[in-house]
Structures are given as C-alpha cells and as structure tokens.
C-alpha cells in the first residue's frame, strides 16, 4: 500500500511558518503594550506620590523646592500622555497583529481542508484498490475450482 503524500505540503509549512510568525509579531506587541501599561501606572503611582507631598501648614515655603516639585510634576504627566499616546499606538499594533494571525490562521486552514479531501480521495483509492485485489484473489481461487 502506498504512503499517503500530500500534493502542497511545501505549502502548508510554508503557511504554518507564516502563521508561527505571525504570532510571534503579537506576543512581541502585546509584551510591548503589558510593560507601557505597567510603566502608566508607576508613574500614576508616583505623580500620586510627588502631589500628595505639597508642603505642610507651619513649614517654611522654599520657593527652588515648589519649583522642583512642579517641574518633577509636569514632567510626570507629560511623561503619562506620551505613554498613552503610546498605548492608543499599540493598541492599533496588537489589532492588526492579530487580524495577521486571523489571516494566516485562514490560510493555512485552507490548506488543510485540501489536506483532508486529498487524504480522503486517497483512501477511496486504497479501499478500491484493496477491492479489486479481493476481487482477483476471490476469481483466481474459484476459478480454478
């Protein structure tokens, strides 16, 4: 009996590879996008922080600390916009990281189901041939009884 061999297998590797690749792209976007939003929210953490720290009823007011404070403070929300700014960019990234897997997944989805009819047609053809060995067997042995 012959070994089943699909006629595209080259093809189906190569669309396996893409679709490896394509997921790579989006595990490498969504760890981009989970550590933006980790350093969002330690700098949240720490403007928080730096304003709670305003100067307290009875200190003396130093004029170069207010001004370092607020200097540190606008620093902390201009850094906190780019970064969102920056996860609205990823955010595009990781969509259409994902519709490039949704692609390649179709793809090489198609090459499978030309897999299964191939494999299938092929087994018909092993069971026919099997078939027609009986039948010659069955002929030979009561052909010469």
């Known amino acids: 009996m012959k070994r089943f061999e699909f006629r595209f297998e080259a093809v189906r590797k190569q669309r396996e590879a893409l679709l490896d690749l394509a997921k ?8 981009r996008h989970t550590l933006a939003v980790e350093l969002i929210t ?3 953490a720490s403007l928080d922080r730096v304003a709670s720290q305003s100067a307290r009823p009875g200190q003396p007011f130093d004029p170069r600390l207010a001004l370092l404070r607020e200097t540190h403070l606008k620093a902390l929300r201009d850094e906190i916009a780019r970064r969102e700014h920056q996860l609205e960019a990823l955010q ?3 969509d259409e990281a994902r519709a490039a897997v949704a692609e390649a997944h179709h793809g090489l989805r198609a090459i499978e189901v030309l897999e ?3 494999r299938e047609l ?12 009986a ?8 052909g010469r009884e």
């Open 24 to 31: 790579g792209k989006l595990g490498e976007v969504i760890g």
């Open 42 to 44: 330690e700098r949240r």
């Open 92 to 94: 595009k990234a990781i």
């Open 116 to 118: 299964e009819r191939d």
């Open 122 to 133: 092929w087994k018909q053809e092993m069971l026919r041939e099997e078939q027609k060995e």
């Open 135 to 142: 039948d010659e067997r069955s002929a030979q042995r009561f």
